[in-house]
RNA sequence: GCGGUCGUAGCUCAGCUGGUAGAGCGCCAGGUUGUGGUCUUGGAUGUCGCGGGUUCGAGCCCCGUCGAUCGCCCCA
């Protein structure tokens, strides 16, 4: 009996041909930008302590309680495979002795993340994130230039288009407490109508009742109170602040009360960039201001401010995936013209062209795998041409074949 | 974790009220032993996702399971 055939586990996927140039499309255009904006990458752990992920995301949200891939490794310490990315830098700035000089500091990041959940349309257990991070600026400057710099990615990859940033305000601590209370009193008063999945909210985090798809949720959520009223002067400043930041910057920005970012470390800014082209997974780069994540790493108070974008997600939204290169292909004729073009070939790649030669086969056969690498030109290596100094230079699009001197083959496909 | 739909050739799919599999594309070979893509002739495709059950007989019916997909929850 053959072995069984291998499937990949469930959630996971191979990145392959179209699919792996559309992601490095992406991850590609993201580090280009960001270093513009004064980002330097950081690669940290795929793995943690899970205490990582589970004091700074809160122990009650659905990733920590759920949704991560913890293990005990063979020395009986509790890891995690990380969730997500901010926590990690987070970590990584208080690891390294980085939380005093040269702040702020941007990062930024790419890379697989994992998390247990049922697989959807744009929803992997291994996913990939881009995200950037400012660490250790309070200013709302901070907050509107890394939206702008995720909005810049958006617009270079040519999919801002279907694509809105949604933005809100959780406020500092002091309005955040109060308009906690007034929403827990308002959703109370109507617990009974409230869905089921809406009630378990209500004991665990009110806020969440507002992003809530229910219908008859929402009537419930038209009537609640916004933010705004509870809102502390400062809060408010800082907020009108980043939104003016934006507009100067030429973000569109689109305000909506309703927005909650799940995990528990945001305050402030909160936003997303959502579209309705992903199905059930319309956002595609959401993020928010954490001032308290870094101290909860042991760090001092350093007031940061980031976002994640899924590459997954990013990816789907592509119009097209950049095509593969078209490589130049050389032939020999007959074994004796081999030599001649592997120095050819080599010259052609020294020259920065991309040139394939296959490693066996007749004339034919070269030619047909030639069009199937989609070669944009063959250089035909034959006895007599070469006797002469010669080859020929076939145009494989236009069908047009010429002899011209060897010499002249590298100038001629534009090296 | 919950619900809907779906798994047939490498790909996209067809397969009647159950009678032991088909098309297109692709692939391979010839027409063209120094010329691809077009054209033409011929050829090979397969544990019908997997396991069990019903039946004289199952791709088709039943149960389970794995996977995909869409939605809920949640999230990038």
């Known amino acids: 009996m053959a072995n069984p055939p291998l499937q990949p586990v469930r959630g996971t996927r191979d990145l392959i041909g179209e699919d792996f140039r559309g992601h490095h499309h992406v991850v590609g255009t993201a580090r280009r930008i960001l270093a513009l904006y004064g980002h330097e990458e950081w690669a940290t752990p795929i793995f943690e302590s899970t205490a990582v992920f589970a004091r700074s995301l809160g122990e009650t949200s659905d990733v920590v309680s759920k949704e991560m891939y913890s293990f005990e490794d063979r ?5 995690t495979l990380r969730p997500e990315g901010t926590a990690g830098v987070c970590r990584a700035l208080v690891s390294n002795g980085l939380t005093q000089a ?34 250790g600026a309070a200013e709302p400057l901070a907050d ?54 809406s009630q378990v909210r209500l ?80 956002t595609v780069m959401a993020g928010g201001r954490y001032d308290g994540l870094v101290a909860e790493m042991g760090g001092p108070a350093t007031p940061s401010v980031g976002w994640a974008a899924g ?30 073009a592997l120095g050819l070939l080599q010259d052609l790649r020294r020259a920065g062209l991309v040139a394939e030669i296959a490693y066996k086969g007749n004339l034919k056969r070269r030619m047909e795998r030639a069009n199937r690498l989609s070669a944009r030109a063959a250089l035909i290596l034959g006895e007599d041409e070469l006797a ?16 011209i001197p060897l010499a002249e083959a590298v100038s001629r496909l534009g090296a």
Request: glycine residues 8%; proline residues 6%.
């Open 75 to 79: 020395g009986g310490d509790s890891i």
């Open 388 to 403: 002469a100094g010669q080859v020929q230079l076939r145009d494989l699009d236009a069908g047009s074949q010429a002899t």
């Open 311 to 340: 590459v997954e997600r990013l990816s789907m939204l592509l119009a097209a995936a950049p095509a593969a290169p078209r490589p130049v292909a050389v032939i020999p004729v007959g074994e004796a013209q081999e030599a001649a």
């Open 144 to 197: 509107a230039e890394v939206i702008a710099a995720g909005w810049h990615i958006l617009q270079e990859l040519g999919i801002s288009e279907g694509v809105v940033l949604e933005i809100n305000t959780l406020g500092d601590a002091e309005s955040r407490d109060a308009y906690r209370a007034a929403l827990l009193e308002h959703f109370t008063a109507h617990q009974a109508a409230l869905s089921p999945d």
């Open 102 to 135: 040269n702040l702020p500091r941007k990062v930024f990041y790419a890379g697989p993340m994992f998390r247990y959940e049922r697989p959807q349309k744009g929803r992997y257990r291994q996913f990939h994130q881009i995200g950037a991070e400012v660490l």
């Open 203 to 282: 004991a665990k985090n009110p806020m969440r009742i507002l992003d809530s798809k229910d219908e008859g949720d929402r009537a419930i959520v038209a009537t609640a109170p916004t933010i705004q009223p509870f809102l502390t002067a400062a809060a408010a400043g800082f907020f009108d602040a980043v939104l003016r930041h934006l507009d100067t910057l030429g973000v569109p920005t689109r305000q909506n009360p309703r927005i909650v970012r799940g995990l528990d470390y945001y305050s402030h800014t909160a936003f997303e960039f959502v579209t309705d082209r992903l199905g059930a997974q319309g």
